[in-house]
């Protein structure tokens, strides 16, 4: 039986739907979902495929799956709630949360760092075991006790954006974690808080993924080259293999940076809180003493915007330019075919490993989410994922 997009879209954005079920026609798309939310309502919802390689199990409107480094714009998004609270500044010394965190050179790093990708710490200077990762005590000691990478703990903010010595390029992490002082600051973990803030809740399900036939290959490191000063860090963590996503342990962890679970319109309604902050359509906070309001001021997602870094990850290669929390669009980085608006734009972002995205627009009050479960071996938008967005901005005469 053929694969069948179903869901809601407005007139204006037919393109969009009559482009996502030519992906299920050619066999370019296995399952997915797509949804945009403009000004508080779901203008496109878009779902359909399977949730199998079989093709024996729909993918239906509460269908999840893993959205790899996706994931980390929803850990953003709890950090900077705690940061519009009050709780805690992007300024203060991580080790103000976390003191074990100081140990080797590591005592001057901030919140921001964290945001932004600068701490030093990418990753672990052993190579550790999946399990090992998961493991929260484990993991987060090994960080907490190891040195940083020479040159970049802080931000490298220059008055030249495009001249930067080598050991002071942005190193993006692979796993973000949050230290555990943060989970007790905002009395909840990042995975109950956002469950919590979600407004419409997903019914609890078993997360979907691909069969293992349908993952790329375990994604290669770039080796740094050995006169670089990071080059200890090129094999810091072992080659992810997609099809890890399927394990209950995976599943089961709690890795900011990596294994959220969703889908477009879970993904969609979250980072609304950014695209609507400040406005009366914007998600609700559940603050004791706000009963009503949005999560986020304006002030906060202004911080976004602040560009902290900007150069070449020092494992992938791939050129980056980050906010707090979020990367931004701009020319000659990772997300230079999003609409390029200059220093006005508004627009932040990141995607996970085989092509799920998460888009904020905050100047036309627009996010945009994409889930899907056949991942091409991208660290920020597939064809398909491009050929969407890029429906969605012509409909609103936008050129990409």
């Not at 949730?51 to 980390?72: F, G, L, M, P, Q």
Request: with cysteine; glycine share 10%.
């Amino acid at each position: 039986m053929a694969a069948k997009v179903y869901g809601t879209c407005d007139s204006r954005f037919k393109k969009v739907e009559e482009l996502f079920q030519s992906y299920l026609d050619s066999g370019e798309e296995l399952g997915a979902s797509f949804t945009v939310n403009i000004d508080g309502r779901d203008v496109v919802d878009l779902w359909g495929g399977y949730a199998d390689a079989s093709r024996t199990r729909a993918w239906e409107r509460d269908t999840i799956t893993c959205v790899w480094s996706t994931t980390k714009c929803i850990t953003a998004l709890a950090v900077l709630i705690l940061i519009d609270r009050g709780l805690i500044s992007p300024f203060d010394k991580v080790s103000k949360y976390w003191p074990e965190f100081a140990a080797n050179g590591k005592q001057d790093v901030e919140v921001r760092h964290f945001l932004s990708h600068t701490s030093g710490v990418p990753g672990w200077d052993a190579i550790l075991s999946l399990e090992e990762v998961c493991d929260l005590p484990t993991s987060t000691a090994l960080l907490a006790a190891q040195p940083p990478l020479v040159g970049t703990r802080h931000t490298v903010r220059l008055p030249s954006h495009h001249l930067r010595a080598p050991q002071r390029r942005a190193r993006p992490a692979r796993h973000r974690k949050i230290p555990p002082r943060l989970h007790r600051r905002g009395h909840r973990s990042p995975r109950r808080l956002c469950a919590h803030r979600l407004p419409a809740r997903l019914p609890g399900r078993k997360p979907l993924a691909a069969h293992r036939g349908d993952h790329p290959p375990a994604r290669r490191r770039r080796a740094a080259p050995a006169d670089e000063p990071h080059h200890r860090e090129s094999d810091a963590l072992p080659a992810p293999d997609a099809a890890m996503a399927n394990s209950v342990v995976w599943r089961r962890g709690e890795l900011g940076g990596g294994n959220g679970h969703g889908n477009a319109r879970g993904v969609a309604r979250l980072l609304s809180a950014i695209a609507l902050a400040g406005s009366d359509r914007a998600p609700p906070s559940d603050r004791d003493d706000v009963s009503s309001g949005p999560l986020l001021s304006r002030a906060t997602v202004d911080m976004i915007f602040d560009e902290q870094v900007r150069g070449v990850d020092l494992v992938s290669g791939i050129p980056v330019r980050f906010g707090m929390g979020m990367g931004l669009a701009g020319k000659g980085t990772i997300g230079d075919w999003l609409p390029d608006e200059g220093a006005e734009s508004r627009l932040c972002f990141w995607g996970g490993w085989g092509g799920s995205a998460g888009i904020v627009d905050v100047g036309r009050r627009m996010t945009v989410a994409y889930v899907m479960n056949k991942m091409e071996n991208v660290a920020f938008g597939n064809e398909r994922t491009k050929g969407l967005v890029g429906a969605v901005y012509e409909a609103l005469g936008v050129r990409m």
